[in-house]
């Protein structure tokens, strides 16, 4: 039921800034977090945020804490990643992720989550 749909990726220089969008469509009233997530070439995939369906619970994971920023427009149907001081390191593709149920303990764990999108590409390089 549930579609998500990643962009706002692309090449940017190291210490620039992206904006991404996760825009979910369908139906939209039955999950609790929506997740970022990201993998690299030869890499396990890696949450990076989560946010809950309010918007008041965050999480972060340790590598990406004081440059990334998540925040919903619920009106939108919108999760969006904001990305600053990009490093070479956080080139990836980047998920967004939808899970009906979860805590924010687990809101980082792919495994748990139920609808994927399709994935933007953030490439940092000089």
């Known amino acids: 039921q549930l579609q998500l749909v990643e962009s706002g990726g692309g090449l940017v220089q190291p210490g620039g800034s992206l904006r991404l969008s996760c825009q979910a469509s369908?139906?939209?009233?039955?999950?609790?977090?929506i997740g970022w997530f990201r993998q690299a070439p030869g890499k396990e995939r890696e949450g990076v945020s989560c946010?809950?369906?309010?918007?008041?619970?965050?999480n972060f994971a340790d590598s990406v804490k004081g440059r990334f920023t998540v925040s919903r427009d619920n009106a939108k149907n919108t999760v969006y990643l904001q990305i600053d001081s990009l490093k070479p390191e956080d080139t990836a593709v980047y998920y967004c992720?939808?899970?009906?149920?979860?805590?924010?303990?687990?809101?980082?764990?792919?495994?748990?989550?139920?609808?994927w999108g399709q994935g933007t590409q953030v490439t940092v390089s000089s």
């Open positions: 992720a939808a899970v009906r149920r979860t805590v924010p303990a687990l809101c980082l764990v792919s495994r748990f989550y139920d609808y």
């Open positions: 369908g139906f939209t009233l039955d999950y609790s977090f």
């Open positions: 946010i809950s369906t309010s918007g008041g619970i965050t």
